[in-house]
């Protein structure tokens, strides 16, 4: 049985928010604010788990989580879910679209080619984009869509946003 403590939560949820980053130890650690052994012990727990991968890539190891892994997939999703945060939104009005993520100032609904969404939020930026534009816009590291994964939470479409990240990788 698979437990998780909120530290080895936090550095999942790290490792999948900032996946087009190649992140060591020590910087996982500076910017969790963790001992630097804790995010060993932590990684290498994940490690033999199969749910993170280490690259060695000439001194450095870099990890992330390991994808061809379906208990690391849900994991992931499960991540990109949680907050305990409120959220002043109906989702409900949203159901439309795939997926859905907002952070505060910014709600991004991801939706197919087809479908138009009119939606309004008051002091909220909506935008829509196909899986197709956010593909695009994570591979040339947009800032703005790359904060917005970082920062904001997913309201739903946890699996569709893993997907979108899953794409993206190959091509770091």
Do not use: W
């Amino acid at each position: 049985m698979l437990s998780l403590s909120d530290n080895e939560f936090s550095v999942l949820d790290f490792l999948i928010r900032n996946f087009s980053e190649k992140l060591t130890i020590r910087s996982i650690a500076q910017r969790l604010k963790f001992s630097p052994a804790g995010v060993f012990n932590i990684l290498k727990k994940l490690e033999k788990q199969n749910i993170v991968v280490g690259q060695k890539l000439g001194t450095g190891l870099f990890y992330a989580i390991n994808f061809e892994n379906r208990i690391a997939e849900h994991l992931a999703a499960v991540v990109l879910l949680y907050s305990e945060e409120k959220i002043g939104i109906d989702v409900e009005q949203l159901k439309h679209a795939k997926s859905a993520i907002f952070d505060k100032k910014t709600l991004l609904l991801i939706t197919d080619n087809i479908t138009v969404l009119d939606v309004s939020v008051p002091n909220v930026d909506v935008s829509a984009k196909t899986e197709d534009e956010v593909i695009d816009l994570l591979r040339k590291k947009d800032a703005l869509m790359l904060q917005l994964l970082r920062k904001g939470i997913v309201l739903f479409g946890e699996d569709e946003i893993v997907e979108i990240i899953k794409n993206c990788i190959s091509r770091f």
